[in-house]
């Protein structure tokens, strides 16, 4: 099926037993995120779900018409694949085709999103007051936000762009635009500077079709639309609507849009909140944000729902988002841009925020595919990538103890390592040091290393049964209701390149019972030595 709006979405979620359904009184500012976040910490992936609140108040004792969602697009990989429409393992091969294959949007004149429009002087007593937001970590947090789809336009081609940005609200008519210096986003806001323009149109998305999330978490090619890629997601035309008051196309299925204009030379200092690093993220580069000036909310009339990523200490939502959204983009970066057809996955790991540890899984055709993988991959995003690892087609780049075991017996520091300068971080706390300025920080050099852990000569077979005799344990186990097992690879042995005829004539002598005759061979090979003269 193709969801056309977040509520379809939501169904389909609660058929598949993948939504978490809480009515009970709920505070905005204590108990949601919390109750959310021990899912994160005290369960395995597999049984991480999304949420739906619908009974919310805040500290000061006001019920919400609205509702509140999180943890609904990547609280798992089968949450996420789900929204894809699709099975875990082909949700990068949905995200390649649609970057190849975009479909442009359609606009509609009559939208839900608009059921609702709040502007002017109304602003002052409705529109941002009236959305439910929670507070993300709460005893920390030093602002409420929005963090999903935020819509601006670049003032010389007219291309719009949806990014995952945080909108900070900090009074009826006014939000901070987290936005680092090197995103498409701030690109934006120089062009219109650099046009004479004194403020950017800016929109952000809540809610909707999942396919507009997804994308603009992604990292796709500057000037792609990214209603278009999400176009692509789905199969059919995203169905957009014209913005009340700023020239800008958003969904129109939408929960809520904030409409507003961005100053280019107004900035106000942000406040502590906390980030992806697992860290709060306090006198960071982007700790100077634009000043959006608000100037229409709309919403849908019928309970509106405030959706929101949980972010914040990895494993989360956003380190899931990330993980898939990424590996996706540099997957048909490595295989179609940079002529690497032999690149089979690109894992980013969680536990790294899914932004810093980059696994590059690779079958090589010559000595030096994997360190150039390694380099292109480097290169993709400035901000994206601390360390990067190749490995072979038989490692599982997203198991850190196949990549680990790989790291350990398939490379040499002195001859595979590699240091990349030239990288930057806006939210990475390593990359500052004490009694240094921060007057060019958004610029402070970070830096990459590339390790090549692929094989560089033969390899003789893992040292595991063959898989015939691990299947045949497996329907043992089984058999027995022994715990249900979760296997990792590899898990079975196979042959790698040093193995002879000969090796393998003796493993079946074995298992027949015939290492008596193999002892009989091996005495004729028999020779002698002087061991007082080796070396």
């Not at 919403?299 to 509106?304: F, L, S």
């Not at 930057?424 to 060019?440: M, R, Y």
């Amino acid at each position: 099926m193709v969801y056309h709006d977040l509520r379809e979405y939501l169904s389909e979620l609660k058929k598949r037993n993948l939504l978490t359904e809480i009515d009970k009184e709920i505070q905005l500012e204590t108990e949601l995120m919390p109750l959310v976040r021990l899912q994160f910490k005290g369960l395995p992936e597999k049984q991480r779900k999304g949420f739906l609140f619908t009974n919310v108040y805040d500290s000061k004792g006001r019920h919400y018409d609205g509702a509140v969602t999180t943890g609904v697009l990547s609280s798992s990989i089968d949450v996420y694949a789900a929204g894809m429409e699709c099975e875990p393992d082909k949700v990068s091969d949905r995200f390649t085709e649609a970057i190849e294959s975009p479909i442009e949007p359609r606009v509609v004149t009559d939208a839900k999103v608009q059921e609702v429009v709040v502007t002017g002087k109304d602003l002052d007593a409705k529109g941002l007051s009236d959305i439910p937001l929670p507070v993300e970590i709460p005893g920390y947090s030093c602002q409420v936000r929005t963090t999903t789809a935020f819509v601006t336009k670049d003032v010389e081609t007219g291309i719009q762009n949806a990014g995952t940005y945080s909108g900070q609200i900090f009074g009826p008519r006014k939000i901070l635009w987290e936005v680092h210096r090197g995103s498409h986003g701030f690109m934006h806001l120089r062009k219109a500077a650099s046009n004479g323009s004194k403020t950017l149109d800016a929109a952000i998305v809540i809610g909707g079709p999942p396919y507009v999330q997804y994308t603009a978490a992604s990292k796709v090619p500057y000037g792609l639309d990214e209603f278009a890629v999400s176009g692509g997601l789905a199969g059919e035309p995203i169905d957009v609507v014209k913005c009340k008051t700023v020239d800008l196309y958003v969904p129109a299925n939408a929960e809520y849009i904030i409409e507003g204009k961005v100053s280019v030379e107004d900035f106000e200092p942000q406040t502590p909140f906390g980030e992806y690093t697992g860290y709060v993220a306090a006198d960071v580069e982007s700790q100077w944000c634009p000043v959006m000036e608000i100037t229409a909310v709309t919403h849908r009339k019928d309970k509106p729902i405030f959706q929101t990523i949980i972010s914040q200490f990895p494993p989360s939502e956003s380190s899931k988002l990330r993980q898939v959204a990424y590996g996706s983009a540099f997957t048909k970066f490595l295989r179609n841009d940079c002529g690497l057809p032999n690149v089979t996955k690109v894992a980013f790991h969680e536990s790294s925020g899914s932004w810093q540890y980059c696994v590059v899984q690779i079958k090589k055709d010559a000595p030096t595919d994997a360190m150039r993988a390694l380099v292109c991959a480097s290169g993709y995003a400035a901000d994206i990538g601390k360390v990067f690892i190749a490995v072979d087609d038989d490692i599982d780049p997203f198991d850190p103890d196949s990549v680990n075991w790989a790291l350990s017996f398939r490379m040499q520091p002195h001859r595979d390592m590699q240091l990349i300068k030239g990288k930057t971080a806006h939210l990475d706390p390593s990359v500052f040091v004490k009694g240094q300025s921060d007057a060019n920080s958004g610029y402070r050099e970070a830096s990459a290393i590339l390790i090549d852990a692929t094989r560089k000569t033969d390899y003789p077979p893992t040292s595991l049964p063959k898989k015939e005799y691990m299947l045949k344990a497996k329907e043992i186990w089984e058999s027995l209701d022994l715990p249900e097992l979760s296997l990792k690879q590899p898990w079975h042995g196979y042959n790698l390149e040093k193995w002879s005829d000969e090796y393998d004539r003796y493993a079946r002598m074995v298992l027949n019972g015939e290492h008596f005759k193999i002892g009989e061979e091996l005495a004729k090979k028999r020779v002698k030595k002087d061991i007082l003269g080796e070396i």
